[in-house]
């Protein structure tokens, strides 16, 4: 198993996410909902450790 460079810059909702490629992607989290741009994918943050995921396909 190799090692995995990730990194995360929050900048108030938004979250610029890094690997050792640099830039990957940036996401936006408002309360307990989050969308990443990405995988296109909508969560939803319930209790405890699980969460609600619903992706949106590319076209």
Same mark, same amino acid.
Not at 33 to 57: E, I
């Given at each position: 198993?190799? !090692?995995?460079f990730r +990194?995360? +810059?929050?900048?108030? &909702? !938004?979250? #610029? $996410?890094f690997?050792? $490629?640099g830039?990957?992607?940036?996401? #936006?989290k408002?309360?307990r909902?989050?969308? $990443? ?6 969560r939803?943050? #319930? &209790?405890? &450790?699980?969460s609600? +995921?619903?992706?949106k396909?590319?076209?």
């Amino acid at each position: 198993m190799g !090692l995995v460079f990730r +990194k995360r +810059k929050k900048i108030g &909702p !938004l979250i #610029l $996410n890094f690997t050792e $490629n640099g830039y990957s992607s940036w996401s #936006l989290k408002i309360g307990r909902w989050s969308w $990443n741009s990405r995988s296109r994918a909508h969560r939803y943050d #319930l &209790p405890g &450790p699980f969460s609600w +995921k619903q992706d949106k396909s590319r076209s």
